[in-house]
T-cell receptor, first 117, second 110 residues
Framework: DTGVSQNPRHKITKRGQNVTFRCDPI?????LYWYRQTLGQGPEFLTY????????KSRLLSDRFSAERPKGSFSTLEIQRTEQGDSAMYLC???????????????FGPGTRLTVL | LAKTTQPISMDSYEGQEVNITCSHN???????ITWYQQFPSQGPRFIIQ???TKVTNEVASLFIPADRKSSTLSLPRVSLSDTAVYYC???????????FGSGTKLNVKP
């Protein structure tokens, strides 16, 4: 399977703990995105990378959230000092960012479901 | 990003054609209209994108009137497997900050 993969698929943690999620994009894709989705709502954009550069992070929910993509391949999303309100599905997507007129479809992974007790 | 308005939910029966309309009154000149589909416990999946008039692919058709203030996603002869949430997004063709909204939950009945 050459799609976007995310690990773990499920994470249960206690309030105050730190958690880290991993996303492996489609191999030739240079853009990577993180979203958060709560029940009954559409995905909410958090941040995106072009290669290893984080080009947009203003939507990261607080300074407890951080994301990295150190070598321009996989990415990690870390949440420090988790709160119950952080419980959600965290989605990763990737796309082939090219210049020109073609549409660069975002391909989504299956998500990591976080439950904070 | 232009705000979009869609019905919260729709019901249909197998074999029927389903039309989901999205309103985007503040669409900008260089904005495209993109539709995504999401099944439970999965990430969204691209369906179709258009700028004006009509676009058709193997899955759906997208109708956009001349004023572009709305668009209609048409799903021909739906089946139970088309039960999903459908999102309408508006923005520059390769914009990188998608706004999904709440989408339209389509329920296809046997």
């Amino acid at each position: 399977d050459t799609g976007v993969s995310q690990n773990p698929r499920h994470k249960i943690t206690k309030r105050g703990q730190n958690v880290t999620f991993r996303c492996d994009p489609i191999s030739e894709h240079n853009r990577l995105y993180w979203y958060r989705q709560t029940l009954g709502q559409g995905p909410e954009f958090l941040t995106y990378f072009q290669n290893e550069a984080q080009l947009e992070k203003s939507r990261l929910l607080s300074d407890r959230f951080s994301a990295e993509r150190p070598k321009g391949s996989f990415s990690t999303l870390e949440i420090q000092r988790t709160e119950q309100g952080d419980s959600a599905m965290y989605l990763c997507a990737s796309s082939l960012g090219t210049s020109g007129g073609a549409y660069n479809e975002q391909f989504f992974g299956p998500g990591t479901r976080l439950t904070v007790l | 990003l232009a705000k979009t308005t869609q019905p919260i939910s729709m019901d249909s029966y197998e074999g029927q054609e389903v039309n989901i309309t999205c309103s985007h009154n503040n669409i900008a000149t260089n904005d495209y209209i993109t539709w995504y589909q999401q099944f439970p416990s999965q990430g969204p999946r691209f369906i179709i994108q258009g700028y004006k008039t009509k676009v058709t692919n193997e899955v759906a058709s997208l109708f956009i009137p001349a004023d572009r203030k709305s668009s209609t996603l048409s799903l021909p002869r739906v089946s139970l497997s088309d039960t999903a949430v459908y999102y309408c997004l508006v923005g520059a063709r390769n914009f990188n900050k998608f706004y999904f909204g709440s989408g339209t939950k389509l329920n296809v009945k046997p």
